[in-house]
C-alpha cells in the first residue's frame, strides 16, 4: 500500500452476538483497511459474517474489542449518541441488495433522495431541489421519475435511486451489500459501470458479496472471510491467479468461469478435505 | 454413447409456442430443441424470459391461461398433446423430473426428509415401507450425502441449504426418469456448494443415462455442463448453437452482453490466458 494515510483501518475487531451461554462470537480479530478511492470486495458465504462486519463498520453494531479508525477517529469507542451522530454525518451510506430496504414505498424519489440533506437542514429547499436533480442525472435517471413511487419503478431503476440517496450526502466511504444480485444482466452491466466511474480519490468502496465472480472485475483488492476470520486479503489478481489459503482456492476455483469446461471434481474435494482438517 | 436418431432421442421439442391469454400475447415463441441420452442443454435468460415457461410445459403443469397453441413436444417419443392427466402424472418423476430454486418449499418442514423420499417411492414405484426405505437410503448415498442414515431421520430445518438440494435431486431421480430439468437449481446456493451440486447433475447424467436441461440466468454455469445453448430474451430465442459457438463466436448482441458481463467484471478478467482456457 501507498504511505497514504488509510481512510479506513479496522484492527483486531471481535464481535459477539447473544448473552451468557447463548453468547457467540461472530467476527474473530478482523484487520484490514481501505484506503481513499479504492475499491475492496469483502468476499464470504453465508454466514461468514460479512454483513456483520459491514454493519460495525456502519456503527450500527457496537463491537466487543478492536479499532475502527475511520479519518483517523475511532468509531469503536464511540458511545450510542455519538455513533448515531457519525451515522447522520453520513460519512459511511450503505446500499441493500434490496432497494426497497433503502426507500420509503410511500416517498416519491425525489422525497426520498431530497431526505438526508432536508433533515440536516444546511440546505434550503431549492439547493436541494437542484442537488437531487444532479444525483438523478449522476445514476442516469431521467428526471421524468423524480416524481414515481419506488413500486412505480423497475428494479434497476429503484436500486439506482437508492444510490443517488446514498451519494447525495457526500459519503467518503460507500458499503454496498450485494448491490447488484437481484438484477438482470443489463441492469448489473449498468449499475457496475455507474459504480466503477463513481470511484474516485473522495469515495470509496466496499463491495460485498458471496460471489467474487459477480465483483470482481471492479475491485483493486479483496477480503476474503471465512467462518468469522479474515483468511486473506491481497489485491483481485492475486487472490485470481494466487490464492493461497485452502478456502480462497476452493472459492476461486469453485466460481464458475466462461470456457473453463468440465469442473475439477477431485481437486475440489482434496481442498475440501483440507479446510476440514484446519 | 450409443447413437440415437432425434426421434428415438427421450425429448424433441419442435417450434414450441405457448401464449398467454391473461394478457393475450405470447409467452414463448417458436422454440425447437433435441436432448439426447447423457447430454445436456442449457437454456439461459433473465427472470421473465420464458424459460421456467418452457419447463412447465415439459413437465405439463403449465399456470392457467398458459397454454401450448403450436408446435410439439414429445417425450420417450411420445406426442404430449395426447397426454391425459393421469398419463402425466404417470410420466412426470418416471420419464421427466425437475428440481427448482428454492428446495425447502418442496419439502414438508415436519416430516423427515427420509421419509418423504420414502414416500416416494412407496406410492411411485409401489415399493413396501421397509424396501422404499433401503432405497431412501442408497438415494441419499448416490446423491453423496454422507451418513445416509443419518441424515434420513433430519428434518428439513436441520439441512442446509446444499444438502436439501442434494435430497430433492435423489426424490428427482427416484424413479429413474430419462430426462432431468435443473431450474435455477444452484441459484441461491454458495458459489462453492453451487460447484458441488454441479458436479453432482454432471455426475449423475453420465452415470444414469439422463438428459439434463440446465436453465439458468448464469450463462457461465450453463456453459459448464452442457454442449448445446438455448439463449432466451423476452419469449424469443435470440441465440442458438453449441456452447463453444455461442462463448466464441456470439452473433446477438444480447449474449454478447452476457459474455461482456464476465470478461469485464468477472474472475475472466484477471485470468491469464492459458488458465481461462484450462
Not at chain 1, 462470537?25 to 469483502?42: N, R, W
Not at chain 1, 475511532?74 to 449518541?81: E, F, N, V
Not at chain 2, 403449465?62 to 397453441?69: D, G, I, N, Q
Amino acid at each position: 500500500m501507498s504511505a497514504q494515510e488509510p481512510l479506513l483501518e479496522v484492527s483486531g475487531l471481535d464481535v459477539f452476538y447473544g448473552r451468557g451461554s447463548a453468547r457467540k462470537q461472530a467476527i474473530f480479530d478482523a484487520t484490514f483497511s481501505i484506503a481513499p478511492g479504492e475499491v475492496v470486495g469483502l468476499i464470504g458465504e453465508t454466514g461468514s459474517g460479512k454483513s456483520t462486519l459491514a454493519r460495525t463498520i456502519l456503527g450500527l453494531i457496537k463491537p466487543d474489542n478492536g479499532v475502527i479508525r475511520f479519518e483517523g477517529a475511532d468509531l469503536a469507542t464511540l458511545g450510542h449518541r455519538q455513533r448515531q451522530l457519525f451515522r447522520r454525518s453520513g460519512a459511511v451510506q450503505y446500499v441493500f441488495q434490496d432497494p426497497l430496504r433503502s426507500l420509503d414505498p410511500d416517498f416519491t424519489l425525489e422525497e426520498s433522495i431530497a431526505e438526508p440533506l432536508l433533515s440536516s437542514g444546511a440546505h434550503s429547499r431549492a439547493e436541494v431541489a437542484t442537488k437531487v436533480r444532479e444525483y438523478f442525472r449522476q445514476v442516469r435517471l431521467d428526471e421524468g421519475l423524480l416524481s414515481r413511487l419506488p413500486g412505480q419503478v423497475s428494479g434497476g431503476q429503484r436500486q439506482r435511486a437508492a444510490i443517488a440517496r446514498a451519494l447525495i450526502s457526500e459519503p467518503r466511504l460507500l458499503i454496498l451489500d450485494e448491490p447488484v444480485s437481484a438484477l438482470d444482466s443489463a441492469n448489473r452491466v449498468q449499475i457496475l459501470e455507474l459504480l466503477q466511474n463513481l470511484a474516485s480519490p473522495s469515495v470509496s468502496l466496499l463491495f460485498i458479496s458471496h460471489d467474487l465472480g459477480s465483483v470482481a472485475g471492479i475491485t483493486d483488492r479483496v477480503v476474503v472471510l471465512y467462518r468469522g476470520r479474515i483468511v486473506e486479503i491481497d489485491t483481485t489478481d492475486a487472490i485470481v491467479n494466487d490464492p493461497i489459503h485452502p478456502y480462497t482456492q476452493l472459492l476461486v476455483g469453485s466460481a464458475p468461469i466462461l470456457g473453463s469446461g468440465p469442473s475439477d471434481r477431485a481437486w475440489r474435494d482434496d481442498i475440501r478435505s483440507r479446510l476440514g482438517a484446519d | 454413447m450409443p447413437t440415437e436418431s432425434a426421434v428415438s432421442a427421450p425429448i424433441v421439442v419442435d417450434r414450441l409456442t405457448i401464449y398467454n391469454y391473461i394478457e393475450d400475447v405470447p409467452a414463448v415463441t417458436d422454440v425447437s430443441f433435441t436432448v439426447r441420452r447423457g447430454e445436456a442443454l442449457g437454456i439461459v435468460g433473465e427472470s421473465g424470459s420464458g424459460k421456467t415457461l418452457i419447463c412447465r410445459a415439459l413437465l405439463g403443469i403449465l399456470p392457467e391461461l398458459f397454454e401450448v397453441t403450436e408446435g410439439s413436444i414429445s417425450l420417450a417419443g411420445r406426442d404430449s398433446s395426447e397426454f391425459s392427466r393421469r398419463d402425466w402424472t404417470r410420466l412426470r418423476g418416471s420419464t421427466i423430473s425437475a428440481v427448482f430454486q428454492d428446495p425447502a418449499s418442496y419439502l414438508n418442514p415436519s416430516i423427515p426428509v427420509g421419509k418423504q423420499l420414502a414416500e416416494i417411492l412407496r406410492v411411485k414405484n409401489g415399493l413396501s415401507r421397509r424396501l422404499a426405505r433401503e432405497r431412501a437410503i442408497e438415494l441419499l448415498d448416490a446423491v453423496r450425502i454422507r451418513e445416509p442414515e443419518y441424515v434420513y431421520l433430519q428434518f428439513p430445518y436441520e439441512l442446509s441449504g446444499g444438502m436439501l438440494q442434494r435430497v430433492l435431486i435423489a426424490a428427482a431421480v427416484a424413479s429413474e426418469p430419462d430426462i432431468l430439468i435443473a431450474d435455477e437449481a444452484t441459484t441461491a446456493l454458495d458459489v462453492t456448494v453451487q460447484a458441488e451440486i454441479l458436479d453432482l447433475l454432471t455426475d449423475l447424467k453420465d452415470r444414469l443415462g439422463l438428459a439434463l436441461i440446465v436453465v439458468s440466468h448464469d450463462l457461465a454455469v450453463v456453459a459448464q455442463l452442457c454442449s448445446e445453448v438455448i439463449v432466451m430474451k423476452s419469449g424469443e430465442v435470440v441465440e442458438q448453437g453449441s456452447t463453444a459457438q455461442i462463448l466464441f463466436e456470439p452473433r446477438h448482441e444480447y449474449t454478447q452482453l452476457l459474455l461482456q458481463e464476465h470478461h469485464r467484471f468477472g474472475l475472466e478478467r484477471f485470468l491469464r490466458p492459458v488458465e481461462a482456457l484450462r
